[in-house]
Each structure stands twice: as C-alpha cells, then as structure tokens.
C-alpha cells in the first residue's frame, strides 16, 4: 500500500521557470512532511520540511505549501536552474514510529 | 567525520553468496537508519536504532537480512544467501534525535548487484 503518492514522475522545465512537485498522504496521523533532493550517484539530502500547523514554509527559492484538509502538499521551485536537475522525493513521518514514507520521486530537468 | 560513510560504494555478489554492508554514521548521532532503493523507486525503511538498541526492523524482507550495531556507532547490514532480488542501493542515514526532531543525513549509499 503507497502511503504517499508523488507526481509527475518526470518533469522539464525551462531555466527560469517554476517547477510543482505534487505529493498526497493518506494516514491523517502524518506529521512531519519534508523533501528530499538526490542527485545521481548520491544519498538523498533534506531540502526544506513542514510540519502540519502551518500552510506554508519558504527557503529562498524553495517553498512547500500543505493543504491538511486536502491531505496533500506540494514543493514549488522558484526560478528554476539547470543545477536543479535532480531527483526529488517527498517524505511523511508518523509520530508513534521513526519511519519515513518516501513517494517514489519526480526527476526535474531544467533546460537552460 | 564530515557526513556518514557508507562501505563498499559497489558491490557484486554472487546468487547464494552472503555480503556484509558498513554505515559510519556521523559522529555522536544517536539514530541511525537503513534504507533500501530500488532503481528508479524512493527510499523504502528497512530498520532503525537508537544508540545499541535495535528498535524497529519491521522493514527487513525476510530473515535473510540481519543489522546491527553494537556499540551504537558504526552499523553493519548482513545479507545471507543473497538472491537477485536484492540488487539495490542501501542507503544509511543518521540523525542526532529522532527523524522527526532532527535532519536526517544520508550516505551515498552501497550499491549492490547480485548476479
């Protein structure tokens, strides 16, 4: 059973552009939602989180906007650069557990 | 250490044969974890420590597979009579508190191909 399902599974953008990474969760007891980016040959490495009280969090060109009711966040990028072509995965962590549900990750290319 | 490392980067194993996977996990980090990546899939959790203690393996496909860390520092993953199936990347993270409290850091991971 997915727990967190992630979309599209690939994605181009142009430089410049802005890139949406879509991710819904079912268990409504998720409450650590953060993103990964990987890139080839390399572990995952943690590029912004939520937690569910807020709606929205930004890191410079990075932001994760989170619909509770939805049960569904999502990760823009802003002015997208071809040196954020990469793999990214959306995770949710269950309180009671130290286990993360990762989706199965959207590879971004961005053109130049 | 500057991140965790994981050894060896590649592994070929032989159908049958078993194979033992190390994670140094950075320094004073009290939880460390084990994943397992299959091409083209997202992470998927196979066990969890805090310090020495083994507190969740529910993600072990099968008794083949068997971790441990001994003195809550560097952990070892052991596969037994290893089948294709198991070619992937094992990737370990480590983290100062609990995943939810702290960031997790990965590993490049040890890639393993059973032939």
């Known amino acids: 059973q997915q727990q967190v399902k992630q979309s599209p599974q690939s994605l181009i953008v142009q430089k410049g552009g802005i890139s949406i990474i879509n991710c819904a969760y079912e268990n409504t007891a998720f409450d650590y939602f953060p993103w990964y980016q990987q890139f080839p040959g390399k572990g995952p490495a943690l590029l912004i989180a939520i937690r569910p009280d807020v709606s929205e969090k930004k890191e410079g060109r990075f932001t994760i906007s989170f619909n509770k009711s939805a049960k569904q966040f999502s990760l823009h990028i802003m002015d997208s650069q071809p040196g954020d072509s990469a793999t990214y995965f959306c995770a949710a962590l269950h309180p009671n557990t130290d286990k993360l549900i990762f989706g199965t990750g959207t590879r971004l290319q961005v053109f130049p | 250490g500057a991140g965790v490392s994981q050894s060896p980067r590649y592994k070929v194993a032989k159908r049958g044969q078993d194979v033992a996977l190390r994670c140094d996990p950075i320094s004073g980090h009290v939880s460390l974890f084990w994943y397992q990546q299959a091409l083209g899939q997202g992470p998927e959790f196979l066990t969890y420590f805090q310090n020495e203690a083994q507190l969740d393996k529910s993600g072990l496909p099968s008794d083949r597979f068997f971790a441990e860390r001994p003195e809550g520092s560097v952990s070892t993953l052991k596969i037994q009579r290893t089948q294709q199936e198991d070619s992937a990347v094992y990737l370990c993270?480590?983290?100062?508190?609990?995943?939810?409290?702290?960031?997790?850091?990965f590993g490049n991971g040890t890639r393993l191909t059973v032939t």
């Open positions: 993270a480590s983290s100062s508190r609990g995943a939810g409290n702290s960031p997790l850091h």
